[in-house]
C-alpha cells in the first residue's frame, strides 16, 4: 500500500494512495464492515497511530483500500488533484547516517568509518510534498541531500540484522537539507544544528509498505535541481545497509513506530562540486526514490 496524510476539507486524515486518488482510510473501512454487516471499527486518525496499532490495523486499512477499489464504490475515493498531502508521518525522533555511499564518502574524505556516524534531525525539521523550505537569513551554504527514509513500524530493541526488516513498516523519500557552514566551518562541526532547522526535512510523498517495495537492496536514487540531474545513485552501493543500520542504532536506543531513518546520500550534493553550489531562493528541487515515490518541493 501507498499510504499517506493528506489534508481536505480544514482536517488532516490518513489515507491510501490508488493511482490518481486517495480513499481516506475509515470511511472505506466503515462502509466495507456495513457491507458486510459487521459493527464499527475505528482507525487511529494519525499515521504514527496505525502503525503503533500493529499488524491488525493494516490489515484492516488494507480491506478499505480494496473495498474503495471496486468500481461501484468510486465515490469513497479523493482525486489527489483536490487534497493536499502532507508529510506522511510526523516521526517521534529522525536518525540520520553520514557519509553511508561509498562515492559520497570519498568525495567528502576522511578516515573509513567503522561504525554508521549518526545524528538527529527533529520533528519541527519535517516538512511534507509542495512545501516551501526556507533558507534562514543567516544561512548562506544551504544543500541538498536525497536519501531513502526507512519508516520503523514496530519497536526494535536490540535486534539483529537478520530479524532487522521484519521492523521495518515501510519507505519514504527524503531531503537532508543542510547548512553546511554549521556543519564544516565551525571549530566542533554542529551537524545535528546544520541538517535540524525549520523545514529541513522534506517527506514523501507517501509511506510505500515494506512488502510493496521488497528487499531494499537495489534501489535508484535521483535528484533534480530546477530539472538538472544532479545526483544519481542506487542503495547497492550503501556502506552499512539498511538491516545493519537498524540493527546498530538499536543497541543503543529503542526504535519506536514511525521513527525514520534517513539511511544517506549517494555522490553529487552541492557542497562537493568544484565551484560548490547551494540552494537559492527560487530552486525547485524534485527527488526520487525507485518503487518508493517523487518528492517535489522548493526553496524560499
Not at 520533528?123 to 509542495?130: I, K, N
Request: hydrophobic fraction near 45%.
Amino acid at each position: 500500500m501507498k499510504l499517506a496524510s493528506f489534508e481536505a476539507d480544514g482536517a488532516v486524515r490518513v489515507g491510501a494512495v490508488l493511482g490518481d486518488a486517495v480513499v481516506p482510510l475509515q470511511p472505506a473501512l466503515d462502509a466495507a464492515r456495513a457491507a458486510a454487516g459487521q459493527a464499527p471499527e475505528r482507525l487511529p486518525e494519525t499515521m504514527v497511530g496505525l502503525l503503533a496499532s500493529g499488524e491488525a490495523a493494516l490489515v484492516a486499512a488494507g480491506r478499505a483500500l480494496a473495498f474503495a477499489a471496486r468500481p461501484e464504490n468510486a465515490a469513497l475515493r479523493r482525486p489527489l488533484a483536490e487534497v493536499a498531502l502532507r508529510a506522511p508521518l510526523l516521526p517521534g525522533k529522525v536518525i540520520g547516517v553520514g557519509r553511508n555511499y561509498a562515492d559520497h564518502a570519498k568525495e567528502v574524505g576522511g578516515p573509513a568509518l567503522a561504525a554508521p556516524r549518526l545524528f538527529l534531525k527533529p520533528t519541527s525539521s519535517v516538512c511534507g510534498p509542495g512545501a516551501l523550505v526556507r533558507i534562514p537569513p543567516g544561512v548562506t551554504k544551504p544543500d541538498w541531500e536525497v536519501e531513502l527514509g526507512v519508516v520503523i513500524g514496530r519497536t526494535a530493541w536490540q535486534v539483529g540484522e537478520g530479524t532487522a526488516l521484519d521492523h521495518v513498516a515501510g519507505y519514504t523519500v527524503l531531503n537532508d537539507v543542510s547548512a553546511r557552514e554549521f556543519q564544516f566551518d565551525q571549530p566542533l562541526p554542529m551537524t545535528s544544528f546544520a541538517k535540524g532547522l525549520d523545514g529541513f526535512c522534506p517527506l514523501g510523498p507517501w509511506l510505500v509498505t515494506a512488502e510493496e517495495v521488497g528487499e531494499p537492496w537495489q534501489l535508484g536514487l535521483r535528484c533534480w535541481l530546477n530539472e538538472e540531474l544532479v545526483q544519481e545513485g542506487n542503495t547497492r552501493d550503501l556502506i552499512f545497509s539498511v538491516a545493519g543500520l537498524i540493527a546498530y542504532v538499536s543497541r543503543y536506543m529503542a526504535l519506536q513506530p514511525g521513527d525514520v531513518i534517513a539511511t544517506g546520500t549517494p555522490a553529487g550534493s552541492g557542497h562537493f562540486r568544484s565551484p560548490p553550489r547551494y540552494l537559492r531562493p527560487g530552486d525547485r528541487l524534485r527527488l526520487e526514490v525507485e518503487r518508493v515515490g517523487v518528492l517535489e518541493h522548493g526553496i524560499g
